[in-house]
């Protein structure tokens, strides 16, 4: 019978992506066939699925540290916010609907379903699956028809590893809060902890964790130290992408509100010629910017006016006359246009706003959402690379006669007739050693040897090795019923 084992944190950023990955890894290592599942993810980080649909990236990192393509059941329910109180819902790959956060407790009874089906499937298929949970247990406020944490492990009958992050402190507490907390009964589905992130000798907290088991009852199965060479597995969240101090090209990325598929930036983040900024709001654009990054966006229209509350135009218009250049990543490419108009009201209310203007094209927001992985030929250097399309909205215009790249024959994207700007819906291009050299050596940059993708399965293996030495893994696996 294929077994399961669930990891809960006792709060959100505790590390429950990198150390389900690791856990993966170190299965895999260990013969088995294993594969990832996390019930219900938020994030508008997300990766186009080998089934043509979408899930959280960090789904799609486990899924390669577990060997498999990424697929749909792997995270059958994502929510993508796209303003302060409101979130598109993406169900088994799709869109359902956009809701309202107080709305979704209604909804979330009829999606339980689907979250069992998909981990069902993956529990056929598979000697072992590893769960992630969601914010926290503790959470009890949320846990009527919860379906991301204990409401899905007593549903489907997974024991659960409890994960503390003793870096931001007062991991004693965040433990045993949580059993005190929590209903008894979900209590009982916890079958033990462990301790993430810890800084110096670990044996320091030897006395803290013997206390917890003696409070809690629940045995430990380990104090992992912090992991290094995290970031240099691709990040979930926008703060976790580490900025370089490269001393060659300055490349500015504009950090939106509602920043989406940020996963571009990882590639560059590790380059040693590169020197990358996350330029964050209240930051003017620095003067010495060679390339300035807009990345996409969940909400266009929305952090369009974002970008102008900055005075993000104005400096963008000072370093396009300085002769710095200017690339724009899907909803960042759209905004770099003359105008983009959502008559239907797809991403927000219904209406046109006008475009930064650098590029000559215009960009219609439609209900049908893109969803493919390409392979493409830079038009500049005639170097293939292989991407991905998750966007709304069609762009034409003038310039598309410039195209950023070619799909086979079909021409992508789009270029200023001084060859300063450019925009694209592709995704993923810079994971592309051969092109991501040939890209930063039109802008001056000189040649690396980083492997990106080599890089990220390193980076895995260490990790793994790093909980072989400091978690019980074959007693924390031992516990998947």
């Not at 809701?99 to 998909?118: F, I, W």
């Not at 509100?257 to 930036?265: L, Q, T, Y």
């Not at 094209?361 to 992985?373: A, G, H, I, Q």
């Not at 895995?460 to 400091?470: C, I, K, M, V």
């Amino acid at each position: 019978m294929t077994r399961a084992v669930m990891i809960q944190g006792t709060g959100s950023n505790v590390g429950k992506s990198i150390l389900v990955a690791g856990l993966l890894r170190a299965a895999r290592n260990r013969g088995l066939s294993v594969a990832p599942f996390k019930p219900q993810n938020m994030s508008n980080n997300a990766a186009v699925t080998v089934d043509q649909g979408e899930i959280g990236r960090a789904q799609a990192l486990q899924a390669l540290a577990a060997g498999l393509a990424p697929h749909t059941d792997m995270n059958p329910v994502l929510l993508k916010p796209e303003t302060e109180t409101g979130a598109q819902v993406i169900v088994q790959g799709k869109r359902l609907t956009t809701v309202k956060a107080r709305d979704y407790a209604k909804l979330k009874p009829q999606l339980m379903g689907h979250v069992l089906d998909s981990f069902e499937r993956l529990k056929a298929a598979h000697d072992l699956v590893i769960v992630e949970g969601a914010g926290s247990p503790a959470e009890v406020n949320l846990r009527l028809g919860d379906i991301a944490n204990m409401g899905f492990a007593t549903a489907a009958n997974v024991p659960v590893i409890l994960a503390g992050d003793i870096d931001r402190g007062g991991v004693i507490a965040q433990i045993i809060g949580t059993q005190a907390v929590i209903d008894p009964a979900d209590a009982q589905q916890i079958k033990g902890f462990l301790i993430n992130k810890f800084r110096g000798d670990p044996t320091l907290f030897d006395d803290g964790f013997r206390l917890i088991e003696d409070r809690t009852g629940w045995p430990g199965f380990g104090t992992v130290p912090w992991f290094a060479d995290a970031w240099r597995l691709p990040a979930e969240d926008a703060l976790d992408i580490r900025e370089s101090k490269g001393d060659g090209l300055h490349i500015v990325c504009l950090c939106f509100s509602r920043m989406a598929n940020f996963d571009d930036m990882d590639p560059l983040a590790q380059e040693p010629g590169v020197r990358l900024t996350m330029l964050r709001t209240g930051q003017a654009i620095p003067g010495d910017a060679d390339l300035v990054i807009l990345p996409g966006s969940k909400s266009t229209r929305g952090d369009l006016d974002v970008l102008r509350a900055q005075g993000w135009d104005i400096d963008l218009r000072a370093h396009h006359r300085r002769g710095g250049h200017i690339l724009g990543l899907c909803g960042g490419y759209q905004m770099l246009g003359a105008r983009i108009s959502d008559p239907d009201g797809i991403e927000g209310a219904p209406g046109d706003t006008p475009g930064l203007g650098f590029l000559n094209v215009n960009t219609t927001m439609t209900p049908d959402k893109r969803l493919t992985e390409v392979s493409a030929r830079h038009a500049a250097t005639d170097i293939a690379f292989r991407g991905y399309e998750i966007h709304i909205g069609r762009t034409n215009g003038p310039d598309c006669a410039r195209p950023f790249a070619f799909v086979g024959a079909a021409p992508e994207g789009a270029e200023s007739a001084d060859g300063t700007v450019r925009g694209s819906y592709l995704h993923g291009m810079f994971r592309d050693d051969a092109f991501r050299h040939a890209f930063l050596a039109t802008l001056g940059g000189t040649a690396s040897t980083l492997s990106y993708n080599a890089t990220v399965e390193t980076t895995l293996d260490a990790l793994a090795q790093h909980l072989e030495t400091h978690l019980d893994i074959g007693a924390l696996l031992a516990v998947a019923l």
